[in-house]
């Protein structure tokens, strides 16, 4: 089964939209970590954000903000005022406690922002 | 450049072939992954070291890949009797962790393709 589910499979925004990414995942550990990544065409994952299990509040960083939902297992990411250059593959990642240390990415987002 | 850096950046090589992938990880830290990507998918785990100690493998690592950290520094990946099915990119990624699951940092990737 697949433990993250990212079901949107390409997303076109224009310019200075905002834009949310959704992410399911599927856990039974009480303790886990979630993770959003960039993969910019040049190919190389970029780390974004990180939200534990044990973590309730939802942040904003800059442009970035995130909604981590217990109740839905949802982790979504929202991106305010999308920029040309936020076109991307954007992957949600889960780890789990009781796994290891392994990733279990989804299937991945493509973002295209048109100017 | 102090990030994870993987030689080479493209090989290609035929059926039947033994290739070697290297990557240097992020000095300071202890823990390196191996993943292997294909197009449209997100990446998928192979295998993980703490330090010189290869304490995780994915089923999707067959016996014909073999992956080593000598000296806890940098990794090598062997594929023996090379299949087009190998196809792939092949990300490594490294972090630093004693406790928790902290962020991987990714390489830019080694893409094979076996003809």
């Known amino acids: 089964a697949q433990k993250v589910t990212q079901a949107q499979t390409e997303i076109s925004v224009v310019e200075k939209e905002d834009v949310t990414l959704d992410c399911v995942y599927e856990t039974r550990d009480t303790t886990y970590y979630l993770f959003w990544y960039k993969q910019p065409p040049s190919g190389e994952l970029v780390f974004l954000i990180r939200?534990?299990?044990?973590?309730?509040q939802n942040e904003i960083s800059g442009r970035y903000s995130w909604n981590f939902q217990k109740s839905t297992s949802s982790f979504n990411f929202t991106i305010t005022a999308s920029q040309v250059v936020d076109s991307a593959v954007y992957f949600c990642a889960l780890s789990e406690r009781g796994t290891g240390n392994q990733f279990y990415f989804g299937t991945g987002t493509s973002l295209t922002v048109i100017p | 450049d102090t990030g994870v850096s993987q030689d080479p950046r493209h090989k290609i090589t035929k059926r039947g072939q033994n290739v070697t992938f290297r990557c240097d990880p992020i000095s300071e830290h202890n823990r390196l992954y191996w993943y292997r990507q294909t197009l449209g998918q997100g990446p998928e785990f192979l295998t993980y070291f703490q330090n010189e100690a290869q304490l995780e493998k994915s089923r999707l690592l067959s016996d014909r890949f073999s992956a080593e950290r000598p000296k806890g520094s940098f990794s090598t990946l062997e594929i023996q009797r090379t299949e087009q099915g190998d196809s792939a990119m092949y990300l490594c990624?490294?972090?630093?962790?004693?406790?928790?699951?902290?962020?991987?940092?990714f390489g830019p990737g080694t893409r094979l393709t076996v003809l």
């Open positions: 990624a490294s972090s630093f962790s004693e406790q928790g699951h902290n962020e991987q940092f």
């Open positions: 939200r534990n299990s044990f973590d309730e």
